[in-house]
């Protein structure tokens, strides 16, 4: 059991780095690498804090602390993709709606010209 905590501290660990590094490249920005960093200290920190899962276990009425874990683990990152997935799409409505208005000013232009050829 105690093999499972040290492999979810090792990925927790390797999560960090991960999105650390990728703020330094500039792959990522910094206010969507901050859900990531949380999330993965949160994990560090279950993983490592053994009273603390157990205490989660019991008050999930679950008899084995490593589910609970990975239970939490896994809501952490339901909510994180969630909050990701609305930044998208208000990012696709507004690549939408910055098209449209290119599309209106091309529209408008053209009809400039063709004016004042004639």
Do not use: C, N, P
Not at 37 to 62: E, H, K, N, Q, S
Not at 74 to 82: E, R, T
Not at 104 to 109: A, D, G, S, T
């Amino acid at each position: 059991m105690d093999r499972l905590f040290d492999v979810v501290a090792i990925f927790s660990l390797v999560l960090i780095v991960w999105v650390l590094s990728s703020v330094r490249r500039a792959h990522i920005r910094v206010e969507y690498s901050v859900s990531w960093l949380l999330a993965g200290a949160v994990l560090l920190i279950l993983a490592r804090w053994r009273t603390l899962d157990d205490w989660m276990a019991a008050a999930l009425g679950i008899s084995d602390s490593f589910i609970a874990l990975a239970m939490i683990a896994g809501a952490a990152f339901l909510v994180v993709l969630y909050r990701l997935s609305l930044r998208i799409s208000g990012l696709k409505d507004s690549s939408i709606t910055l098209a449209q208005q290119v599309a209106i000013l091309e529209f408008r232009l053209d009809a400039l010209s063709e004016k004042k050829k004639l």
